[in-house]
T-cell receptor, first 111, second 115 residues
């Protein structure tokens, strides 16, 4: 089982749609969680951290479910500019301090 | 301010040659990471430096790969006797955070092609 697992997609959605991605992680001791965005042939960039109580940033909402070991990202009112690959990132806890990236979920928003 | 700088941006080398990739992190960032990404794939962790602690080398795929970080700043990733499967984009990132991880600032990467 991969340490951080994502559905690769692609998710093809029309403009204005709401879309959600999930990401599961294997290590229950994982401490911190993030969503990154990567545009084609570009470097990843931090989209948002994921807090235990859930958090929102404009059209983006992130949630954490520790019991089931997954995090989610919800995008409302999708824009063409949201088309990208969304990477789930997990800090695997003590003893392995480096962040572990999922393979990403590709989103294509269509006009 | 200046972001993470990587050089060269592109490197084409012949199989069997050694290559050195350089990363200049953001000034003051204590954590430095190397990842690589093959076409259409996710990021593969290679090595992590944090301050003066021993680096986490658990991601290095073979003993042909090594990295150092001098003076807690610039890092060099060296690949000896390159193989075609080493072809990938090598990404460096730095972070001001320590224990819980945090926002990584990535460089533009070095695209390595081994012919």
């Amino acid at each position: 089982r991969k340490e951080v697992e994502q559905d690769p997609g692609p998710f093809n959605v029309p403009e204005g749609a709401t879309v959600a991605f999930n990401c599961t992680y294997s290590n229950s001791a994982s401490q911190s969680f993030f969503w990154y965005r990567q545009d084609c042939r570009k470097e990843p960039k931090l989209l948002m951290s994921v807090y235990s109580s859930g958090n929102e940033d404009g059209r983006f909402t992130a949630q954490l479910n520790r019991a089931s070991q997954y995090i989610s990202l919800l995008i409302r009112d999708s824009k063409l500019s949201d088309s990208a690959t969304y990477l789930c990132v997990v800090n695997m806890g003590t003893g392995r301090r480096a962040l572990t990236f999922g393979s990403g979920t590709r989103l294509q928003v269509q006009p | 301010g200046a972001g993470v700088s990587q050089s060269p941006s592109n490197k084409v080398t012949e199989k069997g040659k050694d290559v050195e990739l350089r990363c200049d992190p953001i000034s003051g960032h204590t954590a430095l990471y190397w990842y690589r990404q093959s076409l259409g794939q996710g990021l593969e962790f290679l090595i992590y430096f944090q301050g003066n602690s021993a680096p986490d080398k658990s991601g290095l795929p073979s003993d042909r790969f090594s990295a150092e970080r001098t003076g807690g700043s610039v890092s060099t990733l060296t690949i000896q006797r390159t193989q075609q499967e080493d072809s990938a984009v090598y990404l460096c990132a730095s972070s001001p955070d320590t224990g819980r991880g945090g926002a990584l600032h990535f460089g533009n990467g070095t695209r390595l092609t081994v012919t």
